[in-house]
């Protein structure tokens, strides 16, 4: 519900406040008295594209502020999804600054126009007999059937498994696909795979493997060292053992001399324990030590078998190629299985296209019975207002494939004539004839679902008397339980309203300036007299617009 509405330096508006209340609300006005300009103002909050030429002074900025009640719109959500902080009144605003640059706010927080669009479009509906399209939309007429069918619930679970459908058709394709690939590259996947796999490779073994190669092309040099070094230990006049020997057995006499010897001699006698475990090891090592050109050459050759898959694969650790050879296993593993998983995925699909076309034969049969309901009310509405003939003829046709909204097409088609030829709305009925329908779906739609705040700007453009009073009636029905705006120009629609603004223009300082002023009792008989007869306002005038307002 639309509380109050603020504009600030907009075309012939320099400065108006005004506050609303629920039910249903005129606003008249001489021609050019500026209700286009108040309309205008209104749009740029809906997220309408705003230019330069729209501010009055253009070296100060324009500013258009709303205040809604959204408190029974059920937009929490909306707004998380927007990242927006929810207010039971919502504050939008907008600025036009000299510059041109237009900014958008939403409860102070910056908005783009395309999510002020999105949240506008919930909480007002401006409808005038130039803009129908929505009426012609198959989606907006899918949307009156739905609610006199109450498939709100049906065609949430419908939307959920219509995209469960599509994602397990996605994945069947992204299967097939990669079957089609892997077919081609399976054989030499495969010997790849075999390949390392024959290999059997290690992780620290090339390490090994290059130190047992630097023994085997060593042999005769290490053998050298070897003998060397043993006869450094052994040699009985300059060894090693014999000098270390000869020194621990002078140490031992000392220490028998005196006490402090003795640590000489341990140490020494240690060291000759030592040294001794060393050459008995070099003994094991030239002796376990012999030229094996067999295993010179294995060595080589799985060197050779190493550095071929480096070079193949393109990489320089063993670590790597076991890395390849878990890839490719799992590659080949897939393309062996994926006819399995083929299988598996379109049994899925299967059962989620029985459980969808279940869900979409329920709407179906929901909406089929509420046509016939839909066809009467709008026809018995449109009788009152001017259209005796008017006849509709709605059918759903079932089809294979899966919308966002179920499985029909839906044939819309009207005929304003008796015997007339039924044809789509678009083709079948004018503008003003567009405008009336539009009234009694709008009417219609106040009895099942909640509608946004709704202003009828000049619908009743060329009708008469008599259905000027019916239009009256129904829009004030529909303000019963919605908020409902009229720019009009009939005094007996203006005399249907709860509440009366007038747009008017004055002029200060031999500048024009639009306002608009809500009328008190009195001020509404003069009003709609004007309305009635003209400017000068006659007795009779008078007399038949206090009827009008009685």
């Keep these: 519900m639309l509380t109050s509405l603020s504009i600030k330096n907009y075309a012939l508006i320099d400065s108006l406040q005004v506050d609303f209340n629920n039910g249903f609300t005129i606003i008249t006005g001489e021609t050019g008295a500026g209700k286009s300009i108040l309309l205008g103002?209104?749009?740029?909050?809906?997220?309408?594209?705003?230019?330069?030429?729209?501010?009055?002074?253009?070296?100060?900025?324009?500013?258009?502020?709303?205040?809604?009640?959204?408190?029974?719109?059920?937009?929490?959500?909306?707004?998380?999804?927007?990242?927006?902080?929810?207010?039971?009144?919502?504050?939008?605003?907008?600025?036009?600054?000299?510059?041109?640059?237009?900014r958008a706010?939403?409860?102070?927080?910056?908005?783009?126009?395309?999510?002020?669009?999105?949240?506008?479009?919930?909480?007002?509906?401006?409808?005038?007999?130039?803009?129908?399209?929505?009426?012609?939309?198959?989606?907006?007429?899918?949307?009156?059937?739905?609610?006199?069918?109450n498939t709100h619930k049906d065609l949430k679970t419908y939307s959920k498994k219509r995209h469960e459908y599509k994602t397990l058709n996605k994945a069947l394709g992204q299967l097939v696909a990669f079957q089609v690939d892997a077919i081609k590259e399976h054989d030499y996947n495969l010997f790849l795979l075999n390949e390392l796999t024959e290999a059997k490779l290690k992780t620290d073994e090339l390490k090994s493997l290059e130190e047992e190669l630097e023994t085997l092309s060593n042999i005769d040099a290490i053998q050298e060292k070897l003998t060397t070094s043993n006869q450094l230990f052994s040699d009985e006049q300059i060894g090693i053992l014999s000098g270390l020997t000869e020194l621990k057995n002078t140490l031992k006499q000392l220490s028998g001399i005196s006490n402090k010897y003795n640590?000489?001699?341990?140490?020494?006698?240690?060291?000759l324990i030592e040294l001794d475990d060393v050459y008995s090891e070099l003994e094991r090592c030239q002796e376990d030590l012999e030229a094996d050109p067999n295993r010179l050459a294995e060595v080589n050759g799985r060197f050779t078998i190493i550095n071929n898959l480096f070079q193949k694969h393109v990489v320089n650790s063993i670590q790597d190629l076991i890395i390849i050879q878990e890839e490719l296993s799992s590659k080949v593993s897939a393309t062996q299985n994926v006819d399995s998983d083929i299988n598996n995925k379109k049994l899925e699909i299967a059962k989620t296209q029985q459980e969808l076309d279940a869900i979409a034969h329920v709407i179906h049969n929901k909406r089929n019975k509420a046509i016939p309901n839909l066809k009467s009310k709008l026809e018995a509405i449109l009788i009152q207002l001017g259209m005796p003939n008017a006849q509709f003829n709605i059918s759903l046709n079932l089809t294979p494939s899966y919308f966002f909204n179920g499985k029909e097409e839906l044939n819309?088609?009207?005929?304003?004539?008796?015997?007339?030829?039924?044809?789509?709305?678009?083709?079948?009925?004018?503008?003003?004839?567009?405008?009336?329908?539009?009234?009694?779906?709008?009417?219609?739609?106040?009895?099942?679902?909640?509608?946004?705040?709704?202003?009828?700007?000049?619908?009743?453009?060329?009708?008469?008397?008599?259905i000027s009073n019916k239009m009256a009636d129904i829009m004030a029905s529909m303000s019963k339980t919605m908020q409902v705006f009229s720019?009009?120009?009939?005094?007996?629609?203006?005399?249907?309203?709860?509440?009366?603004?007038?747009?008017?223009?004055?002029?200060?300082?031999?500048?024009?300036?639009?306002?608009?002023?809500?009328?008190?009792?009195?001020?509404?008989?003069?009003?709609?007299?004007?309305?009635?007869?003209?400017?000068?306002?006659?007795?009779?005038?008078?007399?038949?617009?206090?009827?009008?307002?009685?």
């Design 412 to 466: 819309f088609l009207f005929s304003a004539n008796k015997g007339g030829e039924f044809k789509a709305l678009k083709k079948a009925a004018s503008g003003g004839e567009l405008s009336r329908i539009m009234l009694a779906i709008k009417s219609i739609l106040t009895q099942y679902i909640k509608l946004p705040t709704i202003m009828f700007d000049e619908i009743d453009t060329g009708v008469s008397g008599e």
């Design 41 to 102: 103002g209104l749009s740029l909050i809906l997220g309408k594209r705003a230019d330069l030429s729209s501010l009055r002074n253009k070296e100060s900025k324009c500013i258009i502020e709303a205040n809604f009640d959204v408190t029974n719109y059920n937009l929490e959500r909306f707004f998380k999804t927007q990242e927006l902080d929810f207010e039971p009144q919502t504050i939008i605003r907008r600025e036009i600054l000299p510059s041109g640059k237009s």
């Design 105 to 149: 706010f939403v409860n102070d927080s910056p908005v783009n126009l395309s999510s002020l669009q999105l949240l506008c479009n919930r909480l007002v509906d401006i409808h005038s007999q130039n803009e129908t399209l929505q009426l012609v939309d198959d989606g907006f007429q899918f949307q009156v059937i739905d609610a006199l069918a």
């Design 263 to 271: 640590d000489l001699f341990a140490r020494t006698n240690s060291s």
């Design 487 to 550: 720019i009009t120009h009939l005094p007996q629609i203006a005399a249907k309203g709860h509440t009366h603004f007038k747009v008017y223009k004055e002029e200060v300082n031999e500048i024009t300036t639009t306002n608009l002023v809500k009328l008190n009792h009195d001020e509404r008989i003069v009003e709609i007299a004007q309305m009635l007869g003209g400017i000068e306002v006659t007795n009779s005038a008078m007399a038949h617009a206090k009827e009008l307002l009685n």
